[in-house]
Nanobody
Framework: QVHVVESGGGMVQAGGSLRLSCAAS????????MGWFRQAPGKEREFVAA????????LYADSMEGRFTISRDNAKNTVHLQMNSLKPEDTAVYYC???????????????WGQGTQVTVSS
């Protein structure tokens, strides 16, 4: 059983910053990529960013490139998402995802956290 738990969401004004964290626990054996997805009200869940096991490779959605930074600490089985220059359209529930294997992709794995709300006011 793998558990994924997000933290760090909240409310911020446009132009502000937030840092999300995600901790994985349980049977997290072997290499696995971790990523972030988000879902705004009335919209489908979309890819935000992902990082490989080694941290050497990252992938971002076009609209987040340059504003968001994903990083990970394997010693603590955690991944972070630093979000800068936030916009009202970034408002969504952000989900952490764990995908066993090497490489980075926009395709999610089977392990999801419960989500954390990010609200950006104008």
């Amino acid at each position: 059983q793998v558990h994924v738990v997000e933290s760090g969401g909240g409310m911020v004004q446009a132009g502000g910053s937030l840092r999300l964290s995600c901790a994985a626990s349980g049977r997290t054996v072997g290499n696995y990529a971790m990523g972030w997805f988000r879902q705004a009200p009335g919209k489908e869940r979309e890819f935000v960013a992902a990082i490989t096991w080694s941290g050497a490779s990252t992938l971002y959605a076009d609209s987040m490139e340059g504003r968001f930074t994903i990083s990970r600490d394997n010693a603590k089985n955690t991944v972070h998402l630093q979000m800068n220059s936030l916009k009202p359209e970034d408002t969504a529930v952000y989900y952490c995802n764990l995908r066993p294997g090497v490489g980075v992709t926009t395709t999610p794995g089977n392990y999801w956290g419960q989500g954390t709300q990010v609200t950006v006011s104008s």
